[in-house]
């Protein structure tokens, strides 16, 4: 039977084994899934298998700049709770991943969990921290910018970290913009970033409620403009007001220091992770009760 990439995915989510160990595993055992996961139980590489299927949404933004500024990256690694987020072991091992991805220049998250930390692989080490926290921790993701000219970075409180790519201006105002970025998530950069079909479906949902108001269809066709024209600001950075000073917005910033934004990425710990929902009184009562 031929082994899949889906197949070694399903299994090294199942049982937090590195992809090689996974893929070695189904071969061994002719595709078979159960089989796979006891031989690598057996052979002590699913140190992990329980605790792989449990839900890590908390952890850390790892940021990794280099010597001249001119080249950055930013990982996420998650566990499951705030608690070991503020462990030093995971902390370490997160700060470590992110130089790795920095130096090594890795193509993907499969990748980089090969490359070397100590002379273990960042795999190897993932799984010796699982089983010395008792927590699932993972390398969920990670971005990188380069720059021809200012690259701004800004990780707040470990949650939330920005790289903005800028030309002109300097440091302190790559700084201000990449803080501003995690302050308010503007999705693109300009109006001119936005896809037209964002664009259309906005354009329809306030033509809806602008209909409803009974006004006169050039009074709609005004307050539709008008709406648009305001989400479109909210939604960009140009148009957004700066965090630091609401009267200016970015755009007029970046005019009054000859600047211009080439890019951004923005990461935040956990978004796109659905989280369990937990009710510590129900949990509590279950508990006394044994219900």
């Known amino acids: 039977m031929a082994v899949t990439a889906a197949m070694v995915k399903e299994l090294r989510e199942r049982t937090g084994a590195g992809m090689m160990e996974c893929k070695k595993a189904l071969v061994e055992t002719g595709g078979d899934m159960e089989s796979a996961v006891e031989h690598l139980r057996k052979s ?15 952890g850390k933004i790892a940021l990794a700049v280099s010597e001249d500024g001119k080249r950055a990256v930013m990982v996420e690694v998650n566990c499951e709770t705030d608690f070991v987020a503020k462990d030093n072991n995971f ?3 997160a700060n470590a991943v992110a ?12 990748a980089l969990m ?4 100590d002379g273990d692989s960042v795999e190897d080490a993932r799984q010796a921290l699982v089983s010395k926290i008792g927590e699932n921790i993972q390398v969920r993701r990670f971005v990188r910018s380069s720059t021809d000219g200012t690259l701004g970075a800004y990780v707040h409180g470990g949650k939330i970290g920005v790289l903005v790519d800028l030309t002109g201006g300097d440091e302190s105002l790559a700084h201000d913009l990449a803080l501003h970025v995690a302050a308010l998530n503007p999705e693109f950069i300009s ?12 354009k329809d949902i306030l033509i809806a409620q602008a209909e409803g108001s009974g006004k006169p269809p050039e009074i709609v066709e005004k307050m539709v403009t008008g709406r648009l024209r305001k989400h479109l600001a909210g939604i960009t950075l140009l148009g957004q007001p700066f965090v630091k000073d ?3 917005t970015v755009a007029r910033l970046l005019d009054q220091n000859s600047a211009r934004v080439n890019g951004f990425n923005r990461l935040a710990v956990g978004e796109g992770i659905e989280k369990k929902e937990e009710n510590f009184a129900d949990e509590v009562r279950q508990q006394v009760t044994g219900g």
């Open 44 to 58: 002590g590489l699913a140190q992990a298998d329980k605790k792989a299927s449990r839900v890590a949404a908390e």
């Open 91 to 93: 902390n370490a091992f």
């Open 99 to 110: 130089a790795n991805a920095l130096s090594e220049n890795s193509a993907d998250v499969d």
């Open 114 to 117: 090969n490359t070397s930390i």
């Open 191 to 202: 109006d001119e970033d936005v896809p037209a079909d964002i664009i259309s479906r906005e």
């Open 246 to 248: 609401g009267d200016l």
